[in-house]
């Protein structure tokens, strides 16, 4: 029976097929579906970390148990889940462990472009690569048995379009699951550099192992073609390919990308006259391809940035076959802007109002750093917004009355703790201000150890983000309302003001929580309102203009009372004060 399933669903149809027992991750656009997926099944195990790098070491803890298990994160992810994979392929898995990695092309909601293939050739790992929501389930049951075979962590390359694309499905049944024997073995598992040189030169052999078996296997496919061109391509750019390329052409899919089947690719490329290399982001296939000597065209074609699709496909190649109906029409502009109600909202207002500098950081309130609140300086990655501050302020002491970091509840749990205790240990008077909304925001809603709840939703021990700051050593701690505009003013200025390190927690509930409550809608009085705009300079969408006056839409307000704090003139209220 097949079914429709996103992507990132059939890839949780196939962890539960696979019989994996764990799968622990941290949420990340475009990865965050899967876990939330396997969580429905109640044979596995499905947990959020604090972060990556914990998600990723306990799934090594699981496969040394003798466990399936599988961690899922975006390409950002495994930055800070780089120290133990790369230390993964050295000691092997006893049972098998697959990561399964959302690549971001086109930054849909990433800071950066990556291309996890570089980083798997770098760790020696294998990638294997679906092109859409069946091979997703097919191909995450090959790999824990990849994994399992030649004793290494396998990574399941995914992007935005293949986690995030609907297509039709066949599942099948679910393995027992079947705990492999734990042995103890110090020199495989313990990487002091007497044993791990030993597994460096192991490592090797497993690689090449690897490498005979994408040459003489069936996993990469090739379709013959009785014209010149020859196309290699893998992941969503074989879909891309076959759309747009010419009727005749011939085409190399490859779905194990590293290590990549060198006789294959040269025995493919024998057979036509031009051969192009379709892959988005680096040249990793192209530049292979080019190391055995065979002339390919590739960047110097196609955008190294970017996604891809089957229209630039038929477009680079100049196809007459590629069908498509364009319209003429206007699309206006819709850049993402913080919800109607937000209790970050009324924070961004004041860090403007008072002309500071803001370290930012990864979450929805990035987009304070979009016009009109246009608040945040810098935003590098998760964490560092605590990070740069201090650094900002070694290099810059005479700002230290007037910069702050702002950091989210969840990313401070995932990395900001660490850079809260360096600004304590190296005495930086940093203010940072934690913006506690309750939930992982931005990556829809998942509960974090500050929530007091597990990912399915049931009690767990809540973590006390002002007790940590204690223990970091900060003894200026302020617990604030997000929506208090006139006290929070106060006491950001106070904290600025101290000689010390200090912490502010603004905690309010995200709006768009099914337990938060909206207040009722606030209303303009045209009699009152003199058109001056004040209003519209925190940028919620639920305040509009009409004749010259700010009106408020009651289906998008929240009752938050930001606008009716900042109005000169008193004009906007709660209706039943307008009635």
């Not at 297509?167 to 024997?181: D, K, M, N, W, Y």
Request: overall charge negative.
């Amino acid at each position: 029976m097949k079914q429709l399933m996103l992507g990132n669903e059939a890839v949780a149809r196939g962890i539960f097929e696979a019989g994996c027992s764990l799968v622990f991750s941290y949420p990340g656009t475009p990865s965050t579906e899967i876990t939330e997926y396997a969580a429905r099944y109640p044979e596995i195990i499905a947990e959020w970390a604090t972060n990556e790098k914990v998600a990723l070491e306990a799934a090594i803890g699981a496969s040394l148990a003798g466990a399936r298990v599988l961690c899922a994160m975006k390409h950002v992810g495994l930055n800070v889940a780089a120290d133990p994979l790369f230390t993964a392929a050295y000691t092997g898995i006893t049972g098998g462990l697959v990561i399964a990695v959302a690549d971001d092309p086109g930054m849909h909601s990433s800071q950066n472009e990556q291309d996890t293939r570089a980083v798997a050739v770098a760790a020696k790992i294998p990638v294997l690569e679906p092109c859409d929501s069946a091979e997703c389930l097919e191909m995450t049951k090959t790999a824990f048995e990849l994994s399992e075979r030649f004793d290494l962590p396998v990574i399941l390359r995914l992007t935005t379009r293949v986690s995030h694309t609907r297509s039709p499905v066949a599942v099948g049944e679910r393995r027992e699951p079947q705990l492999i024997e734990y042995k103890k073995n110090p020199q495989k598992n313990v990487m002091i550099p007497a044993f791990a040189r030993d597994r460096r030169i192991d490592l090797e052999k497993r690689i090449a192992a690897v490498t005979d078996f994408a040459q003489n296997s069936s996993i990469n496919i090739e379709e013959d073609g009785n014209g010149d061109l020859g196309i290699i391509s893998s992941g969503v750019c074989r879909l891309y390919a076959k759309e747009g390329a010419p009727e005749n052409s011939g085409f190399l899919n490859l779905r194990m990308t590293n290590p990549l089947p060198e006789n294959l690719i040269i025995d493919f490329a024998a057979k036509y006259r031009e051969i192009a290399v379709f892959e988005e982001l680096d040249p990793i296939i192209e530049n292979h391809c080019k190391s055995l000597g065979i002339k390919v065209t590739g960047k110097n074609r196609f955008s190294r940035t970017g996604e891809y699709s089957g229209l630039l496909a038929a477009k680079s190649f100049k196809s007459e076959s590629f069908e498509f109906e364009a319209y003429d029409l206007p699309v206006p502009v819709r850049p993402p802007v913080l919800c109607a109600g937000c209790p970050h909202r009324g924070v961004f207002y004041l860090l403007k109002k008072l002309n500071l500098y803001v370290s930012g950081d990864i979450g929805c309130y990035t987009l304070g750093a979009s016009a009109p609140l246009s608040s945040i300086d810098s935003t590098v990655c998760m964490g560092a917004s605590v990070s740069g501050l201090h650094g900002f302020l070694k290099a810059r002491p005479e700002y230290t009355s007037k910069a702050v970091a702002v950091i989210g509840d969840s990313t401070f749990l995932h990395s900001g703790i660490t850079g809260l205790i360096d600004v304590v240990y190296n005495q930086s008077n940093g203010t940072i201000i934690i913006l506690d909304n309750r939930t992982t925001g931005m990556t829809g809603h998942q509960h974090h150890p500050a929530t007091g709840y597990d990912l399915r939703g049931q009690p767990a021990p809540q973590v006390d983000l002002t007790e940590i700051c204690r223990a970091c050593g900060v003894k200026r701690i302020r617990v604030c309302d997000a929506y208090d505009i006139e006290q929070n003013e106060k006491v950001l200025s106070e904290e600025l003001a101290a000689n010390e390190p200090s912490v502010i927690i603004m905690r309010r509930s995200c709006v768009l929580l099914k337990s938060v409550e909206k207040q009722p809608p606030l209303k303009v009085d045209e009699h009152i309102c003199i058109g001056c705009g004040k209003c519209l300079e925190v940028g919620c969408p639920a305040i509009l203009v009409s004749d010259k006056h700010a009106r408020i839409d009651d289906e998008s307000c929240a009752g938050c009372g930001l606008c009716s704090h900042i109005c000169p003139v008193k004009a906007i209220s709660a209706k039943e004060e307008n009635a």
